[in-house]
C-alpha cells in the first residue's frame, strides 16, 4: 500500500531535550516536505527537499534541521525544542516538483514542556 | 500566489449534494485550483485539482468558473464520513522551485444524518 509514515505518533517532551521525528513514503518519491499546523494558521511549510541531499528552507524553519540521505527518509530534528515548537506535523511527499498530488502523513502531535 | 476565500462552516444532510464554494479572484492564468480535505486531524487528502474545465473524479467533482475567479466542489452523495474541513487552494505547477501548498483554514463541512 502507498503511504507516507511517521513516527512517533504522539510526543510529549521537555524544553531542550533533543528529539527526531522520522518520515518514510514507500512510492520512490522525489520531493519531500515537512508542515506544521496551528489553530488559525493552517498549514505551514518548514523544510523541503526536493531529492537526496537536496534540501532547503519553507516559510518557518527555526529551530528545525532536515535531512535527506535516502530517497525514502526524510526526518525531522528538533535539536533543542522549545514550548513554541508544540505542534501538529505532518510530513508529505509527491512524485516530482510537477505532480499535482501530495500525499501526506497521518501526523505526529508533539508537546513541549 | 493567490488568495482564496471559503466560508468558515456549512452543514449537509447525509444523501443530500455538497457544494463546497471558493472564491479566488486573484488567481493568474498558470494556476491550478486544488482541493484538499482533512478529517479529524488526520493528514490532508488530496481530492481534485483543475485548471479551467470542470473535472470530475471517483471523489467529487469541480465546477470553475468561466472567469475562474470562483469554483465549487460538489460531493455528490455526502456521507457521515465526509465530515471534514475542506481547503481550497491555488497554485502553479512549475519546473522550478519549491512546489509548496498553501493552506488556508478552509471551510468544515458537517454532514448531518
Known amino acids: 500500500e502507498a503511504q507516507v509514515t511517521q513516527n512517533p505518533r504522539y510526543l510529549i517532551t521537555v524544553t531542550g531535550k533533543k528529539l527526531t521525528v522520522t518520515c518514510s513514503q514507500n512510492m520512490n518519491h522525489e520531493y519531500m516536505s515537512w508542515y506544521r499546523q496551528d489553530p488559525g494558521l493552517g498549514l505551514r511549510q518548514i523544510y523541503y527537499s526536493m531529492n537526496v541531499e537536496v534540501t532547503d528552507k519553507g516559510d518557518v524553519p527555526e529551530g528545525y534541521k532536515v535531512s535527506r540521505k535516502e530517497k525514502r527518509n526524510f526526518p525531522l530534528i528538533l535539536e533543542s525544542p522549545s514550548p513554541n515548537q508544540t505542534s501538529l506535523y505532518f510530513c508529505?511527499?509527491?512524485?516530482?516538483?510537477?505532480?499535482?498530488?501530495?500525499?501526506f502523513g497521518p501526523g505526529t502531535r508533539l508537546t513541549v514542556l | 500566489d493567490a488568495k482564496t476565500t471559503q466560508p468558515t462552516s456549512m452543514d449537509c444532510a447525509e444523501g443530500r449534494a455538497a457544494n463546497l464554494p471558493c472564491n479566488h479572484s486573484?488567481?493568474?492564468?498558470?494556476?491550478?485550483v486544488y482541493w484538499y480535505r482533512q478529517i479529524h486531524s488526520q493528514g490532508p487528502q488530496y481530492i481534485i485539482h483543475?485548471?479551467?474545465n470542470n473535472e470530475t473524479n471517483e471523489m467529487a467533482s469541480l465546477i470553475i468558473t468561466e472567469d475562474r475567479k470562483s469554483s465549487t466542489l460538489i460531493l455528490p452523495h455526502a456521507t457521515l464520513r465526509d465530515t471534514a474541513v475542506y481547503y481550497c487552494?491555488?497554485?502553479?505547477?512549475?519546473?522550478?522551485?519549491?512546489?509548496?501548498?498553501?493552506f488556508g483554514t478552509g471551510t468544515r463541512l458537517t454532514i448531518i444524518p
Open positions: 487552494i491555488v497554485d502553479r505547477i512549475s519546473n522550478f522551485g519549491n512546489e509548496k501548498l498553501t
Open positions: 508529505a511527499s509527491r512524485r516530482d516538483r510537477v505532480s499535482d498530488t501530495q500525499y
Open positions: 483543475g485548471l479551467k
Open positions: 486573484t488567481i493568474s492564468g498558470n494556476e491550478y
